[in-house]
Each structure stands twice: as structure tokens, then as C-alpha cells.
């Protein structure tokens, strides 16, 4: 099984290493030929002698196997090894293990891999690895899986064996490249479950980077097939792991211009995947063209998969400046406002709480005033929860009004207790909410808790 194994950062590589070390010679020469004072003409003379070593180099790297000559015998194959690992210079090493990677083919991957195995160690034995695997992975990826596998199987025993194996990772995304079908079978036959799911992210790499659409509709499959499971708190939750897999396609996707990524985002089907798609395609556009993005996300504001868009962009205005992030949010359609109203508020209290309060001060009653003021007492019921507590009390909304104030008193039970209990008959809470509070001062924030943050993927 013989397939071209020529990836183009290999033979960067190559270039770059023998453009330096020519220049290297070059450099090194020069010095040489000044200190001896040599008369200019003996110098171009020098020079066209470096020129000839250069054209050695470019002969050399001409010479190497191709996707079409990939065969090498044994003796070659061992004198590039002994080469590399007795070479002392970064450069000249970079050169050979790129010409063991271009020479690398079923046939004898395997006696280049224990070579190094036995002869790396450290960093160097880690970075070389995955290459090695990626290049193995082209040539014959059922073969590498299998030895990166046993390999960590190998140095789990005993452990329970976590899966967590890169040069399996480096393989499989190489081998789903080329050869998808193949790498989509070698996971479906994964009895581990931790192990599967870690590999997933290379066979999905793999996908991405060769056909985008194939990757994603790998992920739209496993998503349907999953079932909905219920965690012990008792909320309901889908998909966290595919939402990570299809935030790693949107990675490949801004790589090809943010204009694609739009593009494929749109084209998902509504859902938490195109939720998390918007999220990761909002969090590069916003650094490259925040205007654009503004534009963009406004324009999707209004739907629900457009909820964590519409944070990271309140999010990185807020920051940068909070009453243009208050008139973006302002500007939105009326079901985004409170989205937006709650991350910039938060981000705008803990970095300037008076200004923070004076704009709410002057919020007409809406929805989004009820938001702001909510994200506003949750920054402040640790520091002050007397004036948590009263900023609560202005919201309209009784739901959010009596969540927040609960929030509020348990933070505070945790701080100032006696405080907390004497303020309790007079906070407008509901009686049995009080005795709840009373009877579990310590616990953490309440189910349901206002302040839901939005999943992180990266």
C-alpha cells in the first residue's frame, strides 16, 4: 500500500533548511575570507565555489524520492538515520529527517520508527514523532494506528489506559485525509470510549482540512444519533462533544477566509451546533473586522443560535469601549438585548461600576434594563450585597427579579451571615425561598441560575 507522501510543509521545509544552511557557508565563508584579507576578485571567486555547494544542496533535495520513487532500499535508509541522529547541527537536521519523511513508505516505516524510538527522547523525540506519524499516516495508516495504539496501550498498562496517544491523533488525521473512509471505519471499531472520542478530533482534523462538508456531515450524523442524557443536576444537555468537533471544522474553515466560514456557518442546520459554529467564526471575526462583525451578528441576532455570537461580540466591546458596546446592544432586536446587555454589563461593572450604574440609572423599564441590572447585582452581591440586594429589587421582571435576589442572599449568607438573615424578611422573596436559603447557606449558585454562562470550546 504505496501512497504519495509528499506534504508540502515537508518540502518547505527542506527548502528553508538548505536556503539557511547555504547562507550559513556563505556567512561563514565571507568572515573567513576577510580575515585573511583576500583581494576582491579572489573573493568572487571564493563565492562562486559556495555557489556550487548551494547547487549541491538544490541537486541533493532534487534527487529525493518522490510521491512517483518512493521505494528506499535498506543501507540508504539506515545512513540517513545514522545521518540524523549523529548530526550535531539544527539545520542539517532538519534537512535529513525531511528527506526520511519524503523517503518514508509502508515498506519500511517501521524500522524508522523503532530507530527513533530507541534514539529520541525529550522534546525533540515528542515534535519528531508527530511528523514521523502524519507522514506514516499518509503511507499506510492502518499500520501506524496500529503501532501508535499498541504503543499507548503499552505505557497506559496499569493505568487504565487513557487514549489520550498524539501520534495516534497525528496518524489518523493524515489517513482520514487520503484515505477517509478507511480512518471512519478504524474509529467506529473503537471499544474505548475516551480513546474514541479523543481520536475523533483527529479523524475530523483530517476530514476538515480535505473536504469540509464530508467532516460536517460526519458530525451532523453523530449528533443525530446521540441520545439526550440527563446529568445528575437534572438538566438536560446535547452534544457538548460534537459541539466541540464542529468548532474544530470552523478552525479550518476561518484558515480559508472568514467570507467561507460565513458561508459554511450559515448553511448548518439550526441547532447547538451552528450555535457553537457562530460562536467560534464570531470570536476571529471580531478581531479582524469588528465593524463587519457587528454587521453580521446584528443581522442574525434575533435567532437563538445566534445567542453566544451576539456575547462575544458585546463581550469585546465592552471591553474596549463600554457605551459603544451599550448602543450595539441597544440597536439589536429586543429578544438579543438582554444577551447582550448582560456581558456588557458585567464586563463594565467590574472595570468601572460608577459609570456602570449611572447608565442604568438612566435605562428607561424594558427587558434589557431587567438584564443589565441583573448582571450588574451579580458583579457586585460579593463586594456590596446591600446594594446588590437593592439593585435587584428595581427589576420588573418577576422571574428575574426574584432569581436574582436569591442569588444575591445566598452569596451573602456566605460573606456576612447575620446580615444576610436580617435582611431576608424584607427582600420580597418568597417565604419558602427563604427557608431554602437559611437552611443551605454554603451551597454554590442555584439550578436555574441566571448568570448561565455560555460553553467555552477552545
Known amino acids: 500500500m504505496d501512497k504519495k507522501i509528499t506534504p508540502h510543509a515537508i518540502w518547505f521545509l527542506i527548502a528553508i533548511a538548505a536556503f539557511a544552511l547555504g547562507k550559513k557557508i556563505e556567512s561563514k565563508s565571507k568572515l573567513e575570507t576577510n580575515k585573511l584579507g583576500l583581494t576582491e576578485q579572489e573573493q568572487r571567486t571564493k563565492s562562486l565555489s559556495i555557489a556550487g ?6 541537486s541533493q533535495i532534487k534527487s529525493l524520492p518522490t510521491s512517483k520513487n518512493t521505494s528506499t532500499a535498506s543501507a540508504p535508509t539506515n545512513q540517513l538515520i545514522n545521518n540524523y541522529l549523529s548530526s550535531s547541527d539544527p539545520i542539517e537536521k532538519n534537512l535529513l529527517f525531511a528527506q526520511m519523511l519524503i523517503g518514508l513508505n509502508a515498506d519500511n516505516a517501521s524500522e524508522i520508527y523503532e530507530s527513533l524510538k530507541e534514539n529520541l527522547d525529550g522534546r525533540e523525540r515528542s515534535r519528531k514523532m508527530e511528523l514521523f506519524f502524519q507522514a506514516w499516516g499518509r503511507a499506510d ?21 487513557q487514549g489520550n496517544n498524539m501520534y495516534a491523533y497525528s496518524a489518523l488525521s493524515a489517513w482520514a485525509s487520503v484515505d477517509p473512509e478507511s480512518a471512519m471505519k478504524t474509529i467506529s471499531n473503537l471499544e474505548d470510549d475516551r480513546q474514541k472520542s479523543f481520536l475523533t478530533y483527529g479523524l475530523i482534523n483530517g476530514l476538515a482540512k480535505s473536504d469540509a462538508r464530508a467532516a460536517t456531515d460526519y458530525v451532523l450524523e453523530m449528533e443525530a444519533n446521540r441520545e439526550t442524557e440527563e446529568q445528575p443536576n437534572g438538566v438536560l444537555r446535547r452534544g457538548d462533544v460534537t459541539q466541540r468537533y464542529i468548532s474544530q471544522i470552523a478552525s479550518e474553515q476561518l484558515k480559508k477566509g472568514v467570507s467561507t466560514a460565513i458561508e459554511w456557518a450559515e448553511a448548518l442546520p439550526d441547532g447547538e451546533l451552528k450555535s457553537s459554529a457562530f460562536d467560534q467564526v464570531t470570536e ?3 478581531r479582524s473586522d469588528i465593524d463587519a462583525a457587528k454587521k453580521w451578528v446584528s443581522s442574525n441576532a434575533e435567532k437563538e443560535y445566534a445567542q453566544r455570537a451576539v456575547s462575544e461580540v458585546a463581550s469585546h466591546l465592552s471591553r474596549e469601549n463600554p457605551q459603544d458596546a451599550v448602543n450595539w446592544a441597544s440597536s439589536l432586536p429586543t429578544n438579543a438585548q438582554g444577551q ?17 450604574s449611572n447608565h442604568l440609572v438612566a435605562m428607561k423599564p424594558s427587558e434589557a434594563r431587567d438584564s443589565a441590572v441583573s448582571s450588574f447585582a451579580a458583579s457586585l452581591d460579593r463586594e456590596d450585597p446591600k446594594s446588590a440586594a437593592t439593585w435587584a429589587a428595581t427589576i420588573d421582571n418577576e422571574e428575574t427579579r426574584i432569581n436574582t435576589l436569591k442569588t444575591v442572599a445566598q452569596s451573602w449568607m456566605r460573606t456576612d451571615a447575620e446580615a444576610a438573615k436580617a435582611w431576608l424578611p424584607n427582600s420580597g422573596l418568597p417565604q419558602e425561598t427563604q427557608t431554602a436559603i437559611l437552611e443551605t447557606p454554603t451551597r454554590g449558585r442555584p439550578t436555574g441560575d441566571f448568570r448561565s454562562r455560555r460553553p467555552r470550546q477552545r
Open 340 to 356: 447582550a446587555y448582560r456581558e456588557v454589563m458585567e464586563n463594565w461593572t467590574r472595570n468601572d461600576p460608577e459609570a456602570a
Open 284 to 286: 476571529s471575526y471580531v
Open 53 to 58: 555547494k548551494n547547487n549541491g544542496i538544490r
Open 141 to 161: 495508516g492502518e499500520s501506524a494506528i496500529k503501532m501508535a495504539l499498541s504503543n499507548n496501550s503499552e505505557r497506559n498498562r496499569g493505568r487504565g489506559g
